[in-house]
């Protein structure tokens, strides 16, 4: 294997092993050594990476709103064409949402934007920073297929697209949040049911 597909590889292992990590422990309270001991890595090499934990968490965001990113822009790719109208793309967006969080009982966040935004974002400006883009790439997808369900016909043309999409994600961000705190997923189901009446489902 050449050096510099060793260097991805080790690169790609921190990453994805930080991820698991902090979706359980949280950013803060998880020690470099722990995540360099469960990655089988090197502090040196560690650093050959990241300039710091803060770094690696800059990092992490990125890596994690790009995944994202891709998996959102295959979801609400050609709706017209696929046979299915953007009301129900939209609900589908949700419904992956909350069956996901169904999987954890609602005691451990999936997604690792919902797990970090109230962790870090006074901590960090740089990781701020990071989830204020990766938020506006998902709103900024939501607001497409939204516009979408307007030229069908099915969301009203009065309805501003942006502020609809900025709406929605933050119904859905704060259900999170509170069904964390409550162990308990009826706040996605009353999101889930504001949401259906909102796209008139």
Known sequence: ??????????????????????????????????????????????????????????????????DYDRRLATLFADVGMSGVDARIRIMGYFDIWRSISAESNGCIPICLAVKLAAEVADLSEPMRCALESG????????????????????????VDASEFAEILYSMWLGASLLSKVKHSLLPFDLVYKQTASMLQL
């Open 1 to 66: 294997m050449e050096k510099s597909a060793v260097y991805l590889d080790t690169k790609e292992r921190l990453l994805a092993v930080g991820e698991e990590l902090i979706r359980v422990r949280g950013f803060t309270a998880l020690g470099l050594s722990e995540i360099l001991s469960s990655a089988k890595v090197p502090k040196g090499s560690f650093y050959h990476y990241f300039q710091s934990k803060e770094g690696f968490g800059v990092a992490l965001l990125e890596r994690y709103f790009s």
């Open 135 to 158: 938020m506006g790439r998902i709103t900024f997808h939501l607001t497409g297929v939204i516009r979408q369900a307007q030229a069908e016909g099915s969301v009203s043309l009065t």
